[in-house]
């Protein structure tokens, strides 16, 4: 077995162990909340306590805790995600159409500001001093260290109700009833309402991509190979993308990590615009304290992470073997 391979098995043993701890404490922290998904149907008086208990057992919440445990461990782990309580639907039912809607909004904007701002941190870096790195760093950074729901509400208030160029919430107009996935983002309504929410995303990741492009260029900047390629006759613009192409390692790295984050970063904007994906439903399912629905959402949010994690790991330790235990050539 090659070094890479078992840096490779040893990053999957860590993956599976922080899969185990991420579920049990979601377990755990459901279960110490206070109160019930039922207080509210018994206080409206939808159900009596006799109906209430018949629902506990369906769901097996009247079961010894560690056999709930033991449940929960098997149904996550063959995604069998079970029914949520409040909605009558099969979770997995619920949570496919809200996560592909925050996959829709939220890839494409990663994707754009990922391309965008590593080129504008890239000439920036290569122009130090110029108005354009100032301007950029400055406006980036701000964006970045504001909240994103202020962002959010600053962009509604401005363009939604101040210039009504654009609608304020949803995805979709209040009398639009569209047909499947296609009917539903192909369409000029949702484009409409897909501009503003977008925009925000696109400007809250901004400032990270920058900054990793431009440093990446600076550190390069006076590079021997740089200074072998201007005596060849290079172009400033030829010097500066071998520059940037050469400092492309931390922005890959970064890029696949935030994808795995992706979730959990924009929750609030997703809450601010009513846009019906994954991050809002968490929260709605945990005020409702809808135990499948939460289990299954953050179960999915944190099996993201921990696998973008390991996806960075491997590709840092075979793109750049001296991080890893020497095998990144060996593969």
Known sequence: MTKFQRFLLKRLAISVLLTLIAVSVIFVVLRLLPGSPFEALVTSGNLNQEQIAEIRAMYGLDEPIWKQYVNYLTSLLTFQFGYSILRSQPV??????????????LVPALVTTAILSSLVGMYAGWNRGSRLEKFSIVSTTLLRSTPVF????FFIIVFAYNLEIVPALGMRSIRATPEGYLDTFVSLDFLHHYLLPFTVAVLYYSGD???????????????????????????????????????????????????????????????????????????????????????????????????????????????????????GGSA
């Open 92 to 105: 997995w039912a619920v949570l496919e159409p809200r996560l592909i809607n925050s996959l829709i909004l």
């Open 150 to 153: 202020i962002t959010a509400i």
């Open 209 to 327: 991509f920058l900054l990793l492009a431009r440093n990446g260029v600076v550190e390069k900047r006076g590079s021997e190979f740089l200074k072998l390629h201007r005596a060849k006759g290079l172009t400033e613009m030829q010097q500066l993308a071998r520059a940037g192409r050469n400092s492309m390692l931390p922005i890959l790295t970064y890029f696949t990590l935030r994808l795995g984050m992706i979730f959990q970063g924009l929750i609030l904007l997703e809450v601010v615009f009513s846009w019906p994906g994954i991050g809002r439903e968490l929260v709605l399912a945990i005020q409702q304290q809808d135990y499948p629905l939460v289990q299954a959402a953050v179960f999915i949010m944190a099996l993201a992470v921990i696998l973008a994690n390991l996806l960075a790991d491997v590709l840092y330790a075979y793109f750049d073997p001296t991080v890893s235990t020497g095998g």
